[in-house]
């Protein structure tokens, strides 16, 4: 499990990459494709469970993503 919060923590930092050369409505689709790629080459098991382990990834990570992008917004 310990793999997974990693790989979600850099898929956040890959997403926040990618909002310089991205635009922002895109970002949460960045998000879900990066989380497949890291759960297709990273996580273990047969191709199904790979898929669906990165979805998840890629969805955690765009959460955590609108998450920060809400309390910047408040610190202003």
């Known amino acids: 499990m310990f793999e997974v919060a990693f790989l979600i923590g850099v898929v956040v930092a890959l997403t926040q990459l990618a909002k310089q050369f991205v635009p922002t409505k895109y970002i949460p689709l960045v998000s ?4 497949i790629v890291a759960g297709i080459f990273y996580v273990g098991g047969d191709m ?13 990570a765009s959460g955590l993503y609108d998450q920060s992008k809400i309390i910047t917004k408040g610190d202003k």
Not at 32 to 35: I, N, V
Request: no cysteine; aromatic share 6%.
């Open 32 to 35: 879900l494709a990066l989380g």
């Open 48 to 60: 199904k469970e790979q898929i669906m382990w990165g979805i998840v990834i890629g969805l955690s």
